[in-house]
């Protein structure tokens, strides 16, 4: 049973993904040695396909929980449900990753509550165990478990941060929006535009990236930039694309968005 925001997945082929450096080696050295893994980045820039793609690469299940204000650590852990007239106990996702030595995704963890954070504690050091209160358990990671998470350091305010003691529990790999060289292929594959027509599209986006913390709060993803490209190689005309896919989805403000066009209308003429 999946609660609400929960994905599980078994990999069988590795999906796309194009290393930036050494990331790839760090997750394997960090899984054989069960380590604890924490991705730092801004939104958008591969950190989940990074995931999806290692699991499938050693051949791992892979629970990926997307976190919010509202989960709880007993949505991550389970909890008696009723069923057919009877209570049972369902597991979470953290916890049907431990049983089943997978591994366990946990996308913007500073978004959960902070009961979540405690309950990561135990499985971040040497012990690799899950106390479940509720039925009295003390679950030893099985071979195989791996916890990952992630956040975007630029994006969290003073409320919404790891504390240095959960910090300092994880292997920790910094992640950014990858270079022109890197991303231009990546966007044509996965939209099938062409990469002489991608170039553009990646030269304005990290113009667009540039304006972070003036004009805007978040840079342009590449997962947008995929967007945009998939609108024109499907025949949509090159300046509605950017709009829908590029400049809408950055800001409702008026003013920045006109300022935002005049820079495609310089990119693209």
């Known amino acids: 049973m999946l609660m609400h925001g929960m994905i599980s997945v ?59 204000d509202d989960l709880a650590a007993a949505d991550l852990i389970g909890r008696y ?38 309950v990561l504690h135990p499985l971040t050091d040497d012990r690799r165990i899950l106390p479940i209160d509720r039925t009295g358990e003390e679950l030893e990671a099985a071979p195989g478990f791996m916890l990952v998470a992630s956040y975007n350091p630029g994006y969290q305010n003073i409320l919404k941060t790891l504390k240095p003691s959960t910090r300092q529990r994880f292997v920790s790999l910094e992640f950014n929006f990858p270079r022109p060289e890197h991303e231009v292929p990546v966007v044509a594959r996965e939209s099938g535009l062409p990469e002489d027509r991608v170039r553009p599209l990646v030269r304005l986006a990290n113009k667009l990236r540039a304006l972070k913390g003036q004009d805007l709060e ?19 005309p090159v300046e509605r694309a950017i709009r829908a896919a590029m400049i809408e989805p950055l800001t409702d403000d008026a003013d920045v968005k006109r300022g935002l066009l005049d820079l495609v209308t310089a990119v693209f003429g």
Request: aromatic letters at 6%; glycine letters at 10%.
């Open 10 to 68: 078994k990999g069988a082929e590795a999906p796309f993904y194009l290393p930036q450096g050494d990331e790839c080696e760090v997750f394997e050295l960090a899984h054989a040695n069960e380590l604890p893994l924490l991705l730092k980045g801004p939104t958008g820039c591969g950190k989940t396909r990074f995931v999806a793609h290692m699991a499938s690469r050693l051949g791992r299940p892979l629970h990926t929980v997307a976190c919010h």
């Open 81 to 118: 449900l009723l069923k057919g007239g009877e209570t049972v106990w369902v597991d979470g996702p953290l916890t049907r990753a431990v049983r089943e030595g997978a591994i366990c995704y946990l996308d913007e963890v500073v978004e959960a509550r902070r009961d979540v954070t405690v």
């Open 218 to 236: 978040e840079g342009v993803s590449t997962r947008l930039v995929v967007y945009a490209a998939t609108l024109i190689q499907r025949g949509m």
